[in-house]
């Protein structure tokens, strides 16, 4: 079956210091990922796509990787903040004619000042 | 410019009651989604509307069912409400067919008492 998996266990860092979230699939072939932020009580709010065809993108303190290879995508924020304390959704669209974005369950980032 | 938004914030019901949710899409999208999602989980896709009809459904029951406007609004009723039910329901909208970035409302808060 299709799964979309992120570390459950929220993540805890200093100030300054680079967030580095996982995001693995399986049986899924996507075109493109997408990354989310969700602040408590809020809808989430899209932060990043990265396609099939490429490696890497970057927004100003933020990075994601796609290994299609590996299926996995890394989604790294540079230089923290507290400001940047949220869940982090990574979010993918099923097979070619499913047009639904399915999300996985998130990681929390914690960045203690 | 107005984004997504939903109504209502808040609603409190009792097992066995029926639940309507409204959604006001962002200016110039014409697709709608309705999510939920459960305490620490990931939005979870309930379906989608366009040109007043469901495209596309989860894996949810009948019980779910909805509704799009000419003006692009769109409502999710629930039927016999569950405790199960209780979650954060989450409207998106997007851009015509070919647009993958998701815009969120800040949802609908249901407690099933």
């Known amino acids: 079956s299709q799964k979309i998996e992120q570390n459950s266990e929220a993540l805890n860092i200093q100030e300054g210091k680079t967030a580095t979230l996982t995001c693995n699939y399986t049986?899924?072939?996507?075109?493109?990922l997408q990354w989310y932020r969700q602040d408590p009580g809020r809808g989430p709010v899209f932060l990043l796509l990265?396609?099939?065809?490429?490696k890497e993108k970057r927004k100003e303190r933020l990075k994601v990787t796609f290994d299609t290879t590996l299926k996995q995508s890394l989604f790294h924020i540079t230089a923290s903040q507290p400001a940047d304390s949220a869940t982090y959704l990574c979010?993918?669209?099923?097979?070619?004619?499913?047009?639904?974005?399915?999300f996985g369950s998130g990681t929390r980032l914690q960045v203690q000042p | 410019d107005a984004g997504v938004t939903q109504s209502p914030t808040h609603l409190i019901k009792t097992r066995g009651q029926q639940v309507t949710l409204r959604c006001s899409p962002k200016?110039?999208?014409?697709?709608v989604s309705w999510y939920q999602q459960a305490l620490g989980q990931g939005p979870q896709f309930i379906f989608q509307?366009?040109?007043?009809?469901?495209?596309q459904r989860g894996n949810f029951p009948d019980r779910f069912s909805g509704h799009q406007f000419p003006n692009y609004s769109s409502e999710l009723n629930v039927n016999a409400l569950l405790l199960g039910d209780s979650a954060l329901y989450l409207c998106?909208?997007?851009?015509?067919?070919?647009?993958?970035?998701?815009?969120f409302g800040s949802g609908t808060q249901l407690s099933v008492l």
């Open positions: 990265i396609r099939e065809n490429e």
């Open positions: 979010a993918l669209r099923g097979d070619t004619g499913r047009r639904a974005l399915t």
């Open positions: 049986n899924y072939s996507p075109a493109y």
């Open positions: 200016s110039g999208h014409d697709t």
């Open positions: 509307y366009y040109e007043e009809e469901e495209r």
């Open positions: 998106a909208s997007s851009k015509p067919e070919g647009s993958e970035k998701l815009f």
